[in-house]
């Protein structure tokens, strides 16, 4: 158990909506980040905040975006949904801003009809 | 922008069997870090190297940073079956992933 937690673990929705992914870090941690894994592929680096603040932007697009709370739990809001952006949508947590061990939670597998 | 390699991207070999997967980079990395799937999981931490020249051993894994830290190796002596599974490095800065190497094995 890594500590990190997303929900929820299965998304199944159709083309053109909106649905919101959830990551608690692990306690302590101040950086979430958010990656993208379509089958077969490799993980694909979205967006980085630390403490509350954007600390990295990746291949992320602009129907996507991200916040993290007070609380340092993440939200990752994907609008305008597109058969291609069924993925594995991953979060991780480390204790600093970067250069650190990341911990991956379980991941949330969003599907689109 | 910074890229990073992997080769090969699958390797298939009998159990028992020496494995190594290459990562290199366009730019220097200030480190590297490696990181295991299994089927079905999600990524794990297993090393982070941050010398030139760095090489760590965890049991049959040997991982190696070169020493103009833009390229790594993770070689696994003697394979075994609970290897399985895709390895990936990921250089720091950029938080870029290489796109893994997947490992397969003949029991």
């Known amino acids: 158990d890594s500590g990190v937690t997303q929900t929820p673990k299965h998304l199944i929705t159709a083309t053109g909506q909106r649905v919101t992914l959830r990551c608690s870090p692990r306690s302590g941690d101040l950086s979430v980040y958010w990656y993208q894994q379509s089958l077969d592929q490799g993980l694909q680096f979205l967006i980085q905040y630390y403490n509350g603040e954007e600390r990295a932007k990746g291949n992320i697009l602009e129907r996507f975006s991200a916040q993290q709370f007070p609380d340092l739990h993440s939200e990752l809001n994907l609008s305008s949904l597109e058969l291609g952006d069924s993925a594995l949508y991953f979060c991780?947590?480390?204790?600093?801003?970067?250069?650190?061990?990341?911990?991956f939670g379980d991941g949330t597998r969003l599907s689109i009809l | 922008g910074q890229q990073v390699m992997q080769i090969p991207q699958y390797q298939h070999v009998q159990e028992g069997e020496d494995f190594t997967t290459y990562c290199n980079s366009s730019?220097?990395?200030?480190?590297i870090q490696w990181y295991k799937q299994r089927p079905g999981g999600h990524p794990v931490f297993l090393i982070q190297?941050?010398?030139?020249?760095e090489v760590k051993k965890q049991k049959r894994l040997t991982f190696q940073f070169g020493e103009a830290k833009k390229n790594s190796s993770l070689h696994i002596t003697a394979t075994q079956t609970t290897d399985v599974g895709t390895y990936f490095c990921?250089?720091?800065?950029?938080?870029?992933f290489g796109q893994g190497t997947r490992l397969t094995i003949n029991p």
């Open positions: 991780a947590s480390s204790g600093g801003a970067g250069n650190q061990p990341q911990h």
């Open positions: 730019t220097t990395l200030s480190n």
């Open positions: 990921q250089g720091a800065q950029k938080l870029v």
């Open positions: 190297l941050v010398k030139s020249g």
